[in-house]
């Protein structure tokens, strides 16, 4: 089985930036259609966007799925198309809601609508992400893991910008069959994109003609789940990826009030103090995946540790939180705000590229054909510690503020609950199972070798010897 190449790798880079173009116009796009245009109360969007979340626990059945197949490339397409109509069927319905609206008229049928295209948004990405994983942490040699996951990602976040921009430019001025045809317009481009992306990608990193991988054994899903919690290193990581998703998705939406409540940031200031920390994930990604590059050349297999960056980025995000916290308490109005939050976006940067990674190498880690499964249960504890975290981050400082009179206190004390989780996660990260020197040796030479990927062990668990390190997923669209 040869590992996939660098064009191989952009390929899937190029579906993963599909994935966020369909995603970003559903749940940033139609949620400032709703609440501003329509005027319509932001919990709903808030709500659909909890629907979407919410679905992705079904990320398990649908990596079950591929396993039982033995390809990822139909998951791939299929759930690329579904998420496509999902779009779709969600602009329509905002359409409807804008009908309905302008008639004096209720608007529960496009209600209704959206809710089903939230779910299908949600089953979509599901069956896509949780694949594209799986062909990743199966095709990928490990010393590339970082690299490549951090090159997929940086490519995802591409897919937002750019049409967050380019549909940006096309939706003026509004209308809502403008909208219609502007999300229809991505979604079949991102469904085109990925048929050719994925066209024979699975067949040429195989050397078996037929298929890429042989099907797993036919038993039953649960059975198959109740196999996979039963592995100690997968359940301590399902664990371990929930919490440090939730410590991570928490301070999503209360960073910006914090600075306006105690700092006086404007909403202008506050939206690019959120730029400051998206900068620093963006170098925190790319400290990590040139670590790797220069520890293939120098053959320092310890400065590509994923487990280090993973567990490293744990506690320095938490060190960034705790800077936050002591802002709050002293409410100091000279303490370097952006600087502070620059660090904690490095910090994530760091934890999200290392978990990423880890999760590829942790896939094969235990019984045969059950990688999709891993990867969908850690999938569904990231999905559902994201949707919790937003929610819980947001219910924590409304609480805070019933019960202590100073803004910047409460505020405070939410960074330190925050802090508090991520060294839990990281606690829990170093009782997971770590490669012996002797494999981490092996992976760093093996990367110099042309075609070769890194020996498996007879059970198919991994690197030969080893027992890889963690982690989690750090994007919402994952």
């Not at 319509?40 to 079950?64: C, D, E, K, N, S």
């Not at 229809?184 to 699975?202: D, F, K, N, P, Q």
């Not at 934890?351 to 990867?375: D, H």
């Not at 969908?376 to 504890?381: D, I, K, N, R, Y």
Request: with cysteine; net charge neutral.
């Amino acid at each position: 089985m040869t590992p996939l190449g660098w064009s191989g790798i952009v390929r899937l880079g190029l579906v993963q930036a599909c994935l966020g173009a369909i995603v970003v116009l559903t749940t940033s796009t139609l949620n400032r259609v709703m609440v501003v245009e329509l005027a319509l109360p932001a919990l709903l969007p808030g709500l659909l966007v909890g629907i979407h979340y919410a679905v992705q626990a079904t990320r398990p059945r649908m990596g079950w799925g591929s396993d039982r197949g033995g390809r990822r490339t139909p998951w791939i397409v299929g759930g690329m198309a579904v998420l496509a109509v999902g779009g779709v069927l969600a602009a329509l319905a905002v359409g409807w809601m804008a009908q309905a609206q302008a008639e004096a008229q209720g608007y529960w049928a496009g209600l209704v609508l959206a809710a089903l295209a939230f779910v299908l948004i949600g089953l979509g990405v599901s069956a896509s992400g949780t694949s594209l994983l799986v062909l990743l942490a199966k095709r990928v040699a490990a010393p590339r893991r970082a690299a490549a996951a951090t090159c997929v990602w940086i490519m995802m976040i591409a897919g937002f910008a750019l049409t967050a921009g380019g549909a940006g430019s096309l939706l003026d001025p509004f209308s809502p069959a403008r909208l219609l045809a502007v999300t229809g317009g991505v979604s079949v481009l991102a469904l085109l994109v990925t048929l050719l992306a994925v066209r024979g990608l699975e067949s040429q990193s195989s050397d078996a003609p037929a298929s890429a991988e042989q099907p797993a054994a036919p038993v039953p899903f649960f059975e198959a789940l109740r196999e996979v919690w039963g592995e100690d290193t997968a359940r301590r990581f399902t664990v371990f990826v929930f919490i440090s998703m939730l410590a991570y998705s928490a301070q999503d939406l209360i960073l910006e009030p914090f600075a306006g409540a105690v700092f006086g940031f404007s909403p202008g200031e506050s939206t690019r103090l959120a730029g400051v920390q998206h900068g620093g994930v963006l170098v925190g990604m790319l400290m990590v995946a040139l670590a790797g590059f220069v520890a293939r050349r120098i053959g320092q297999p310890a400065l590509a540790s994923l487990r280090g960056w993973t567990l490293g980025g744990c506690l320095a995000s938490a060190l960034a939180l705790v800077g936050l916290a002591l802002a709050g308490w002293t409410g100091a109005q000279d303490w370097p705000l952006r600087e502070n939050v620059f660090l904690l976006g490095v910090a994530n940067g760091a934890f999200s590229i290392g978990a990423i990674g880890s999760m590829m190498q942790l896939a094969a880690q235990g019984r045969e054909s059950r990688e999709g499964l891993r990867v969908g249960l850690w999938g569904a504890a990231q999905g559902i510690a994201f949707g919790l975290g937003g929610l819980a981050g947001t219910a924590a400082s409304d609480l805070a503020h019933v019960l202590i009179v100073a803004s910047g206190s409460a505020y405070a004390s939410v960074f330190a609950v925050e802090g508090v989780l991520f060294v839990v996660a990281a606690v829990l990260g170093a009782r997971i199972a770590t490669p012996t020197p002797a494999s981490e040796r092996a992976a760093v030479a093996s990367a110099d070798t042309p075609g070769a990927f890194v020996p498996t062990s007879p059970d198919g668990s991994g690197a030969a010897g080893s027992g890889l390190p963690l982690t989690a997923s750090a994007l919402k669209t994952q």
